[in-house]
């Protein structure tokens, strides 16, 4: 049975602008028509540029905003008319804010937290002791959050997030502003919480490294709109997103002519051109070897990124 | 209930986190304190009998005053602050994810806070206050409770004038107006320029019926022994006024959730 089941949901917002004295309200749909549905243990990717309606969509799965149309039920009920029972049974994390006490050692807050979320005793010493292990946190408990590092304070937020055992937990931009280690660590422990505790995760991201790392299914909106639902193969391969050819000529030369490819770019003596997915590289170098001084060359597949440029492009 | 508890702990020992903030503010106070005494001796000098205080009242109310003026909050505080920047910035969203009611979050939070400036900003003052000038104390377990529950209503009435100037911000884009103008209310209604008992005639008796008295005349009152209507009903105002706030505070809390929940902001 599905964890989260939206079907057809849309979100309206009254925009008031004015100009002069003039007063126009317009509507905005932030969210239009979404219909899906998350089974539990599913890690989604959920992305889209700003403004897409990433979080109006977070927001109306937290109970924290009602939709304007259709029905959305979450761990089974309704999150809007239920947001104070089913905040005992979700963790969110904002890559961007803390809910952390920021004056005061690490470990008071979660002191608060098992309070709040009324976890057993036990249960939540158990999972304060894997968590501090898996995160490393041993020496952060004792420093005030204000004197921790970007990196160390996120850890600190989902160790909070996740300490009431929640069935959901939504993650918006939890590794922003993080270096290489940082994000590759948090990654491995989020990909680890999953496993074992079957946690469902929903994770909004621009770091597309997150969703490769991490996402069994990515869900890519643009304008309010569903664009794309599937596997981060089945994104790949749903959009002809052309493979590059890089080509470094003996001399400076004007655009070179090669049947089946086509020159994007010229800065000197190299080259750049773009070729379909489908077809082979094979015959394009035997024909540029043959016509011209060929001296180096490089062919680069068709990144996530511009697999979803294309995307927001056609939609 | 245990949350609220666990809360107001963390929030009393966030206060006490910073140390030479509270030293230089209980030391400005007392500076505070002598000059606020130069002025008002000259006054019951001049006046004896002021509006039934002796000098010995209109100097421990000055000690009082002073003590009182962090704790409750008569110029805002920092957890209320806090909460109208959430307000205006969006970030009380955040708030909005937690198991736990806004308003018993918010009141727990402002009540450790204002507990570890009773023991600091409000203990110092009054003890160098004591060691320099001949102060009255309440005398008796009766006297000693009473006024503790004074305060204890004080902080309570000003938590919900504060909470909802801080609320304010859902309706106002910009709350620095309000927040101006509920200091100058605060500052004089509340008897910190002077005691509200010297007022005469109608100006008097309105200044000590608004909520402000209830934050510092009132229980400066209970200390002296000097309420009109004896202790009993001094607390039986306090009782009101926190009463009719905190309901207050409770109807704004539903009617912004809902606003943010179905306007969406």
Same mark, same amino acid.
């Given at each position: 049975?599905?964890?989260?089941?939206?079907?057809?949901?849309?979100?309206?917002?009254?925009?008031?602008?004015?100009?002069?004295?003039?007063?126009?309200?317009?509507?905005?749909?932030?969210?239009?028509?979404?219909?899906?549905?998350?089974?539990?243990?599913?890690?989604?990717?959920?992305?889209?540029?700003?403004?897409?309606?990433?979080?109006?969509?977070?927001?109306?799965?937290?109970?924290?905003?009602?939709?304007?149309?259709?029905?959305?039920?979450?761990?089974?009920?309704?999150?809007?008319?239920?947001?104070?029972?089913?905040?005992?049974?979700?963790?969110?994390?904002?890559?961007?804010?803390?809910?952390?006490?920021?004056?005061?050692?690490?470990?008071?807050?979660?002191?608060?937290?098992?309070?709040?979320?009324?976890?057993?005793?036990?249960?939540?010493?158990?999972?304060?002791?894997?968590?501090?292990?898996?995160?490393?946190?041993?020496?952060?408990?004792?420093?005030?959050?204000?004197?921790?590092?970007?990196?160390?304070?996120?850890?600190?937020?989902?160790?909070?997030?996740?300490?009431?055992?929640?069935?959901?937990?939504?993650?918006?931009?939890?590794?922003?502003?993080?270096?290489?280690?940082?994000?590759?660590?948090?990654?491995?422990?989020?990909?680890?919480?999953?496993?074992?505790?079957?946690?469902?995760?929903?994770?909004?991201?621009?770091?597309?490294?997150?969703?490769?790392?991490?996402?069994?299914?990515?869900?890519?909106?643009?304008?309010?709109?569903?664009?794309?639902?599937?596997?981060?193969?089945?994104?790949?391969?749903? #959009?002809? @997103?052309?493979?590059?050819?890089? %080509? &470094? *000529?003996?001399? +400076?030369? $004007?655009? !070179? =002519?090669?049947?089946?490819?086509?020159?994007?770019?010229?800065?000197?003596?190299?080259?750049?051109?773009?070729?379909?997915?489908?077809?082979?590289?094979?015959?394009?170098?035997? #024909?540029? @070897?043959?016509?011209?001084?060929? %001296? &180096? *060359?490089?062919? +680069?597949? $068709?990144? !996530? =990124?511009?697999?979803?440029?294309?995307?927001?492009?056609?939609? | 209930?245990?949350?609220?508890?666990?809360?107001?702990?963390?929030?009393?020992?966030?206060?006490?986190?910073?140390?030479?903030?509270?030293?230089?503010?209980?030391?400005?106070?007392?500076?505070?304190?002598?000059?606020?005494?130069?002025?008002?001796?000259?006054?019951?000098?001049?006046?004896?009998?002021?509006?039934?205080?002796?000098?010995?009242?209109?100097?421990?109310?000055?000690?009082?005053?002073?003590?009182?003026?962090?704790?409750?909050?008569?110029?805002?505080?920092?957890?209320?602050?806090?909460?109208?920047?959430?307000?205006?910035?969006?970030?009380?969203?955040?708030?909005?994810?937690?198991?736990?009611?806004?308003?018993?979050?918010?009141?727990?939070?402002?009540?450790?806070?204002?507990?570890?400036?009773?023991?600091?900003?409000?203990?110092?003052?009054?003890?160098?206050?004591?060691?320099?000038?001949?102060?009255?104390?309440?005398?008796?377990?009766?006297?000693?409770?009473?006024?503790?529950?004074?305060?204890?209503?004080?902080?309570?009435?000003?938590?919900?004038?504060?909470?909802?100037?801080?609320?304010?911000?859902?309706?106002?884009?910009?709350?620095?107006?309000?927040?101006?103008?509920?200091?100058?209310?605060?500052?004089?209604?509340?008897?910190?320029?002077?005691?509200?008992?010297?007022?005469?005639?109608?100006?008097?008796?309105?200044?000590?019926?608004?909520?402000?008295?209830?934050?510092?005349?009132?229980?400066?009152?209970?200390?002296?022994?000097?309420?009109?209507?004896?202790?009993?009903?001094?607390?039986?105002?306090?009782?009101?006024?926190?009463?009719?706030?905190?309901?207050?505070?409770?109807?704004?809390?539903?009617?912004?959730?809902?606003?943010?929940?179905?306007?969406?902001?």
């Amino acid at each position: 049975m599905p964890v989260i089941e939206l079907a057809d949901v849309s979100r309206a917002f009254t925009v008031t602008s004015r100009t002069g004295f003039r007063r126009t309200r317009r509507e905005v749909r932030a969210v239009d028509g979404m219909t899906f549905s998350v089974e539990p243990g599913e890690v989604m990717g959920y992305i889209g540029p700003n403004g897409a309606g990433k979080s109006t969509t977070i927001k109306m799965l937290t109970g924290i905003l009602v939709p304007s149309g259709g029905s959305i039920r979450v761990a089974g009920v309704d999150p809007s008319r239920h947001r104070l029972k089913l905040a005992k049974r979700i963790g969110v994390v904002f890559g961007q804010r803390t809910t952390l006490w920021w004056d005061l050692p690490l470990k008071d807050s979660f002191a608060v937290l098992q309070k709040m979320y009324d976890v057993p005793l036990a249960r939540h010493r158990s999972n304060l002791a894997t968590f501090v292990e898996l995160l490393d946190l041993q020496d952060l408990l004792d420093v005030p959050v204000r004197q921790l590092s970007l990196g160390q304070r996120m850890r600190g937020d989902i160790a909070a997030a996740l300490l009431h055992d929640p069935e959901i937990v939504y993650l918006d931009e939890p590794t922003i502003g993080l270096d290489v280690i940082s994000k590759a660590r948090l990654r491995e422990f989020l990909a680890q919480v999953n496993a074992e505790r079957r946690t469902t995760i929903i994770l909004t991201t621009h770091d597309l490294d997150d969703i490769e790392a991490l996402c069994t299914r990515v869900m890519v909106i643009d304008h309010g709109h569903q664009i794309f639902d599937g596997t981060l193969d089945g994104l790949k391969s749903s #959009q002809s @997103a052309p493979r590059t050819l890089v %080509v &470094d *000529l003996a001399a +400076s030369l $004007p655009p !070179i =002519e090669v049947t089946g490819a086509t020159v994007v770019k010229v800065d000197g003596p190299r080259q750049h051109l773009t070729f379909p997915t489908s077809a082979s590289a094979a015959p394009l170098l035997a #024909q540029i @070897a043959a016509n011209y001084p060929l %001296v &180096d *060359l490089s062919v +680069s597949e $068709p990144t !996530i =990124e511009s697999v979803i440029t294309q995307l927001y492009n056609s939609a | 209930m245990g949350v609220y508890w666990a809360i107001a702990v963390r929030s009393f020992r966030r206060f006490s986190t910073y140390r030479i903030a509270t030293a230089s503010g209980a030391f400005t106070n007392s500076v505070f304190g002598f000059i606020m005494c130069g002025i008002y001796l000259t006054l019951w000098h001049e006046r004896p009998g002021l509006g039934g205080y002796d000098a010995a009242d209109a100097l421990t109310f000055v000690w009082l005053q002073q003590g009182l003026l962090m704790p409750v909050g008569i110029w805002g505080a920092t957890t209320t602050g806090e909460l109208g920047e959430r307000v205006r910035s969006g970030e009380i969203a955040v708030d909005l994810y937690r198991p736990t009611h806004l308003l018993l979050w918010w009141l727990s939070v402002d009540l450790g806070r204002a507990l570890f400036q009773l023991l600091v900003r409000g203990g110092i003052p009054l003890l160098v206050g004591a060691l320099v000038f001949d102060l009255k104390f309440p005398s008796g377990l009766l006297a000693w409770l009473a006024v503790a529950v004074g305060v204890f209503l004080a902080i309570l009435v000003s938590f919900g004038i504060r909470y909802l100037v801080a609320l304010s911000g859902f309706w106002i884009t910009d709350t620095r107006g309000m927040e101006q103008l509920a200091l100058v209310l605060s500052t004089f209604f509340s008897g910190m320029i002077l005691p509200l008992v010297v007022f005469p005639g109608w100006i008097g008796g309105f200044a000590r019926a608004t909520p402000w008295a209830a934050t510092m005349q009132v229980p400066i009152d209970i200390w002296l022994g000097r309420n009109p209507g004896g202790t009993g009903s001094a607390l039986l105002f306090q009782l009101g006024w926190v009463a009719v706030l905190l309901l207050g505070a409770q109807v704004v809390t539903s009617v912004a959730t809902r606003k943010v929940v179905i306007q969406g902001g």
